[in-house]
């Protein structure tokens, strides 16, 4: 069973685009992928998503498995085919290598506006993380501004904005 991908981390990215994945992230990668075989690097998916999204995203075999399903049970008609584009054509496949690294494709670096001298974001969200120019996450994430959420008070114990937002 799949864990969680969490945290935020920064990553360097060589010439050729290799970068490390970080190591609890591969962690969970392996957990999910339990078809392979002992010793065999696991699989990562990439969704690229549409031309005007700022980052990539990775998912555990299982995670993708259970996205796929999801999709297996629309209906035929448009938002099945808009769903299999996003989650089964603009996609890359890769192994994530013995030691820990993957070479992200120039297709995908340029989406992505990086620079040979440009670090990368690998940010947890829970079943997926994201890959970010490291610089545009700084801009577009920052940090979590609260103020934004009508039930949040001043000075509100975090569990408590929790409880309250989900009903528990």
Request: glycine share 8%; proline share 4%.
């Amino acid at each position: 069973m799949q864990g969680t991908f969490r945290g935020v981390k920064k990553q360097k990215i060589d010439t050729k685009g290799r970068v490390s994945i970080p190591s609890a992230f591969r962690k969970v990668l392996e957990s999910g992928d339990p078809e392979r075989s002992p010793g065999e690097d696991p699989n990562l998916i990439i969704v690229h998503g549409t031309r005007d999204r700022k980052f990539l995203e990775g998912y555990s075999q299982d995670a993708m498995d259970r996205v796929e399903a999801k999709i297996a049970t629309l209906p035929s008609g448009k938002a099945k085919r808009a769903m299999t584009q996003l989650y089964v054509t603009e996609t890359t496949d890769m192994r994530v290598d013995s030691t820990g690294r993957i070479v992200l494709p120039k297709d995908l670096r340029e989406r992505l506006g990086l620079a040979e001298s440009d670090d990368l974001t690998f940010a947890g969200t829970g079943d997926t993380f994201q890959i970010w120019k490291a610089s545009a996450y700084d801009e577009e994430v920052g940090s979590v501004d609260l103020e934004d959420l009508e039930e949040f008070e001043p000075d509100m114990d975090m569990n408590d904005l929790l409880d309250l937002l989900t009903g528990g």
